[in-house]
């Protein structure tokens, strides 16, 4: 399972990555929302763990709607709203 996480705090991304990684999955790390554009658009993520509160991008700018098309793992529900977990 390939999993992106996109934090720009250096000690808790490390400290995530690490964990996840014991767990055998293979984790990308983007320090910033623009990074974690980047690394999205190139790769197909099973999973994102996004912080909100970034430099360059925000989290909520990160998934927000670019026609023509939403970034990787934004869902969207039967009639075109966003879903989200909770």
């Given at each position: 399972?390939?999993?992106?996480?996109?934090?720009?705090?250096?000690?808790?991304?490390?400290?995530?990555?690490?964990?996840l990684?014991?767990?055998?999955?293979?984790?990308?790390?983007?320090?910033?929302?623009?990074?974690?554009?980047?690394?999205?658009?190139?790769?197909?993520?099973?999973?994102?763990?996004?912080?909100?509160?970034?430099?360059?991008?925000?989290?909520?700018?990160?998934?927000?709607?670019?026609?023509?098309?939403?970034?990787?793992?934004?869902?969207?529900?039967?009639?075109?709203?966003?879903c989200?977990?909770?």
């Amino acid at each position: 399972m390939r999993l992106l996480l996109v934090e720009d705090e250096k000690k808790l991304s490390e400290l995530v990555a690490r964990a996840l990684r014991a767990e055998s999955f293979a984790v990308d790390v983007a320090d910033d929302g623009a990074r974690g554009w980047e690394l999205a658009q190139s790769y197909e993520y099973d999973l994102i763990i996004l912080d909100l509160m970034l430099p360059q991008l925000s989290g909520e700018e990160l998934f927000a709607p670019h026609p023509p098309q939403q970034p990787a793992g934004a869902d969207s529900g039967a009639d075109g709203t966003r879903c989200h977990g909770g």
